[in-house]
């Protein structure tokens, strides 16, 4: 890779994509490239840049915009989304109704809001510990990364106990897990029927029901705690002009958002901690002594090392403009390479090295600007939850496969790893 553009978007450039990235910073760092799906688009890998283009309003997330708008649906990176009432929600409109919507939503991730719904975190990561800590071995994507923010998110919007397990079954397929998603406790042996499209379609009829019956059954005052789902529909109610499509949307957007970038957070940072036994042990001495702190500053550089989104969403050139000295032409899509950014060495010192103790570290890992992750205080939460469960319930585990042989899962938007077998000696 010295005097030719790296090889993008292979299976083995989805196991390590850093040092493609490191050639494109320093050759190439704003570089027109051909996606698999045929679309040409920019990517931005350097630090610098990311930050700008993050910020900048001529970058629309409107897919309207861009030059060849027959391409542009379900440019979001969710899976099945190519229907027009799906696609009216934060990720991919701008300002005003961006403002009105994030504004909606705000109130359920407050920093109150999300202390307050530490308990149910803590409770669901030891039931998940507690189904596989007697049995000696699990995949943690399955077993653990995958089904705990998938039950948090569905509790925080309201979907009720009964049927969360339908959310974890379409969950699966649009993961398009080993298998066609993880196990049903229901039918053993079994993952969810049928296809992505299918489990899209399924997901976003049940949430348009769920709105409805809500809507029916809603008190006059909201109640303490109330979920989100009826908050957006007391808003639509009360003057804030909140479709029923928008209303859907916005609830599967969050539901899909609010559990993927979890999903992978606490899968690749637990990969991290198990291939640097050094920064692990480090970790989880603290943990012993009772001193979370290093536990946060932790999982920030687990964010920065190797995070769960490794592009930010599709953006569009609204007018003509130049990033990182390349003339970006209106229509254009631009993608921002986080994975690249938080690694550049102009602005991190010894990028490719894990250091849990890294005190400057504004990295990009949940984005920048009016789009920055609003959901990123609850995966915090999750993320520092379900690792210091892991370390101080499981203290011996060890990875149980070679590195070299783990899959990630394909896709432009994020970075996540398809299984992560473990063994441990055995307890309760």
């Given at each position: 890779m010295h005097d030719q553009p790296p090889t993008l978007f292979t299976w083995e450039f989805a196991s390590d994509p850093y040092p493609a990235y490191a050639w494109l910073r320093e050759h190439a760092p704003v570089h027109r490239?051909?996606?698999?799906?045929?679309?040409?688009?920019?990517?931005?890998?350097?630090?610098?840049?990311?930050?700008?283009?993050?910020?900048d309003q001529r970058l629309s997330k409107n897919p309207a915009h861009h030059a060849e708008p027959a391409h542009a649906k379900g440019r979001t990176g969710i899976p099945g989304e190519r229907k027009a009432?799906?696609?009216?929600?934060?990720?991919?409109?701008?300002?005003?109704?961006?403002?009105?919507?994030?504004?909606?939503?705000?109130?359920?991730?407050?920093?109150?809001?999300?202390a307050e719904f530490a308990p149910r975190v803590q409770e669901l990561a030891d039931g998940l510990i507690d189904g596989f800590a007697g049995r000696g071995t699990a995949d943690l994507i399955h077993e653990f990364a995958f089904p705990l923010p998938i039950y948090a998110i569905c509790d925080l919007l309201g979907v009720p106990r009964e049927d969360q397990d339908d959310f974890r079954d379409w969950a699966g397929m649009m993961l398009h897990l080993p298998?066609?998603?993880?196990?049903?406790?229901?039918?053993?042996?079994?993952?969810?029927?049928?296809?992505?499209?299918?489990?899209?379609?399924?997901?976003?009829?049940?949430?348009?029901?769920?709105?409805?019956?809500?809507?029916?059954?809603?008190?006059?005052e909201p109640g303490p705690g109330e979920d989100l789902i009826s908050a957006l529909i007391r808003a639509s109610d009360h003057g804030e002009h909140l479709t029923e499509n928008e209303a859907a949307a916005m609830a599967f957007i969050l539901l899909f958002a609010g559990f993927e970038t979890t999903v992978n957070l606490i899968g690749n940072g637990t990969f991290?901690?198990?291939?640097?036994?050094?920064?692990r042990d480090r970790l989880q001495?603290?943990?012993?002594?009772?001193?979370?702190?290093?536990?946060?500053?932790?999982?920030?550089?687990?964010?920065?090392?190797d995070g769960p989104v490794e592009m930010?969403?599709?953006?569009?050139a609204t007018e003509p403009l130049t990033l990182g000295g390349q003339d970006?032409?209106?229509?254009?899509?631009?993608?921002?390479?986080?994975?690249?950014?938080?690694?550049?060495?102009?602005?991190?010192?010894?990028?490719?090295?894990?250091?849990?103790?890294r005190r400057d570290n504004q990295h990009l890992g949940y984005g920048h600007g009016i789009h920055y992750c609003l959901g990123a205080p609850l995966a915090r939460l999750e993320g520092q939850t379900a690792l210091a469960t892991l370390l101080t319930r499981l203290p011996d585990f060890q990875l149980d496969a070679d590195p070299a042989d783990l899959r990630w899962r394909g896709g432009l938007i994020m970075r996540g790893l398809r299984t992560l077998p473990v063994r441990f000696t055995p307890g309760r």
């Amino acid at each position: 890779m010295h005097d030719q553009p790296p090889t993008l978007f292979t299976w083995e450039f989805a196991s390590d994509p850093y040092p493609a990235y490191a050639w494109l910073r320093e050759h190439a760092p704003v570089h027109r490239t051909r996606l698999p799906s045929g679309v040409e688009a920019w990517l931005v890998t350097r630090y610098a840049d990311a930050r700008q283009a993050l910020a900048d309003q001529r970058l629309s997330k409107n897919p309207a915009h861009h030059a060849e708008p027959a391409h542009a649906k379900g440019r979001t990176g969710i899976p099945g989304e190519r229907k027009a009432e799906l696609m009216t929600h934060l990720l991919n409109i701008d300002p005003p109704d961006h403002t009105r919507l994030r504004r909606l939503v705000s109130k359920a991730f407050t920093p109150r809001r999300v202390a307050e719904f530490a308990p149910r975190v803590q409770e669901l990561a030891d039931g998940l510990i507690d189904g596989f800590a007697g049995r000696g071995t699990a995949d943690l994507i399955h077993e653990f990364a995958f089904p705990l923010p998938i039950y948090a998110i569905c509790d925080l919007l309201g979907v009720p106990r009964e049927d969360q397990d339908d959310f974890r079954d379409w969950a699966g397929m649009m993961l398009h897990l080993p298998g066609g998603g993880p196990p049903d406790p229901r039918r053993p042996g079994k993952g969810p029927r049928g296809g992505v499209a299918r489990s899209v379609k399924m997901m976003r009829a049940y949430l348009a029901d769920l709105i409805h019956r809500k809507r029916e059954a809603l008190p006059a005052e909201p109640g303490p705690g109330e979920d989100l789902i009826s908050a957006l529909i007391r808003a639509s109610d009360h003057g804030e002009h909140l479709t029923e499509n928008e209303a859907a949307a916005m609830a599967f957007i969050l539901l899909f958002a609010g559990f993927e970038t979890t999903v992978n957070l606490i899968g690749n940072g637990t990969f991290a901690l198990l291939t640097h036994p050094e920064q692990r042990d480090r970790l989880q001495r603290s943990l012993a002594e009772g001193d979370g702190g290093p536990l946060e500053t932790g999982l920030e550089e687990l964010l920065r090392y190797d995070g769960p989104v490794e592009m930010a969403t599709w953006r569009y050139a609204t007018e003509p403009l130049t990033l990182g000295g390349q003339d970006i032409a209106p229509g254009d899509p631009v993608l921002v390479v986080l994975a690249a950014a938080d690694r550049d060495p102009e602005r991190f010192d010894d990028p490719d090295v894990l250091d849990l103790g890294r005190r400057d570290n504004q990295h990009l890992g949940y984005g920048h600007g009016i789009h920055y992750c609003l959901g990123a205080p609850l995966a915090r939460l999750e993320g520092q939850t379900a690792l210091a469960t892991l370390l101080t319930r499981l203290p011996d585990f060890q990875l149980d496969a070679d590195p070299a042989d783990l899959r990630w899962r394909g896709g432009l938007i994020m970075r996540g790893l398809r299984t992560l077998p473990v063994r441990f000696t055995p307890g309760r």
